[in-house]
């Protein structure tokens, strides 16, 4: 096995088996051909932030590994909760695609499952399966065969989507918003929210400011008031939006986040913010004295 790993990382063997370490952080014993140690290849890590780094995808690899555990006992919602964490963190995880995948068809979402599948692949080849793709792709074109007319209009956005072909993407969500008064408010507003994204892919927050405007008509909810804050920011209205303000906040501000954040409990996300402050200010004020105190 030939490896390129920093020094800082310890590496244990076991017969065909290898655990890696840094700092007290130890991933589980796995096979010497395991695709987590790609991701540890020196090259493929941040060398300003290499130990913390490392940290993180030992980490990641460990709730990959418990996720893959609860898979093999079908508790598929459970699995893809850690899943789903995994892919927060690196959305291309490949392996994370694959085991989503595996559990959504488990679930019968046979259509979503091959698009999982197919993300897999496109970030990790290795992790191609020609019988599960025949096998999936048979219950994902059955399962599109029972779809009402709306449904498969939505489903067919969402493939485009995922392709990156956003005009043919809004075609087929326009199909779908044609007979709108058929969807429950939740769901229109959803529709609405992704034809929206498809036009911010296209550079044309003119429309999407208005469908995420719709979109508010019918249920307000997050997605769309940020997503309306972003295009109006974007096309320098004269609004003071609740996203400009956001954009405008202070450094002061950012340390009372990551202090309330520390204080519940909250410690990474805290951490994230502190490391940001750090690489950012370096006046010897309060807000410098406070920060080092959060981080020491």
Same mark, same amino acid.
């Given at each position: 096995m030939s490896l390129n790993i920093s020094d800082e990382l310890n590496m244990e063997t076991h017969e065909n088996l290898v655990r890696f370490s840094v700092e007290g952080t130890s991933t589980n014993w796995m096979a010497s051909d395991d695709l987590f140690i790609k991701r540890i290849d020196e090259d493929n890590l941040n060398?300003?932030?290499?130990?913390?780094?490392?940290?993180?995808?030992?980490?990641?690899?460990?709730?990959?590994?418990?996720?893959?555990?609860?898979?093999?006992?079908?508790?598929?919602?459970?699995a893809i909760e850690m899943l789903d964490e995994v892919l927060f963190y690196d959305p291309e995880y490949g392996e994370a695609l694959l085991f989503k995948s595996y559990c959504l068809r488990g679930?019968?979402?046979?259509?979503?499952?091959?698009?999982?599948?197919?993300?897999?692949?496109?970030?990790?080849?290795?992790l191609r399966d020609n019988e599960y793709h025949m096998a999936i792709t048979r219950q994902a074109?059955?399962?599109?065969?029972?779809?009402?007319?709306l449904k498969l209009n939505i489903y067919a956005g969402d493939e485009h989507f995922a392709r990156g072909e956003f005009e043919m993407a809004i075609e087929s969500y326009d199909r779908a918003l044609e007979d709108s008064s058929k969807f429950k408010q939740k769901i229109l507003s959803k529709l609405l929210? #992704?034809?929206?994204?498809?036009?911010? /892919? $296209?550079?044309?927050?003119? %429309?999407?400011?208005?469908?995420?405007?719709?979109?508010?008509?019918?249920?307000?909810?997050?997605?769309?008031?940020?997503?309306?804050g972003v295009c109006e920011y974007e096309l320098d209205l004269d609004i003071d939006?609740?996203?400009?303000?956001?954009l405008r906040i202070s450094k002061r501000q950012m340390l009372q986040q990551a202090l309330i954040?520390?204080?519940?409990?909250y410690h990474e996300e805290s951490s994230r913010i502190a490391d940001y402050l750090r690489k950012n200010?370096? #006046?010897?004020?309060?807000?410098?004295? /406070? $920060?080092?105190?959060?981080? %020491?």
């Amino acid at each position: 096995m030939s490896l390129n790993i920093s020094d800082e990382l310890n590496m244990e063997t076991h017969e065909n088996l290898v655990r890696f370490s840094v700092e007290g952080t130890s991933t589980n014993w796995m096979a010497s051909d395991d695709l987590f140690i790609k991701r540890i290849d020196e090259d493929n890590l941040n060398r300003d932030l290499l130990v913390e780094h490392m940290k993180k995808e030992i980490q990641i690899k460990n709730l990959l590994d418990e996720a893959i555990s609860i898979f093999k006992t079908q508790k598929f919602a459970k699995a893809i909760e850690m899943l789903d964490e995994v892919l927060f963190y690196d959305p291309e995880y490949g392996e994370a695609l694959l085991f989503k995948s595996y559990c959504l068809r488990g679930q019968g979402h046979f259509v979503k499952a091959l698009r999982h599948y197919k993300r897999a692949v496109k970030s990790d080849e290795s992790l191609r399966d020609n019988e599960y793709h025949m096998a999936i792709t048979r219950q994902a074109n059955e399962e599109r065969s029972n779809f009402p007319k709306l449904k498969l209009n939505i489903y067919a956005g969402d493939e485009h989507f995922a392709r990156g072909e956003f005009e043919m993407a809004i075609e087929s969500y326009d199909r779908a918003l044609e007979d709108s008064s058929k969807f429950k408010q939740k769901i229109l507003s959803k529709l609405l929210n #992704k034809k929206a994204t498809a036009c911010i /892919k $296209l550079n044309d927050y003119g %429309d999407a400011c208005e469908c995420f405007g719709k979109s508010l008509e019918v249920d307000g909810n997050d997605y769309a008031i940020f997503g309306k804050g972003v295009c109006e920011y974007e096309l320098d209205l004269d609004i003071d939006s609740g996203f400009r303000r956001c954009l405008r906040i202070s450094k002061r501000q950012m340390l009372q986040q990551a202090l309330i954040l520390n204080d519940m409990g909250y410690h990474e996300e805290s951490s994230r913010i502190a490391d940001y402050l750090r690489k950012n200010h370096f #006046k010897n004020d309060d807000i410098y004295e /406070k $920060l080092q105190a959060l981080i %020491d």
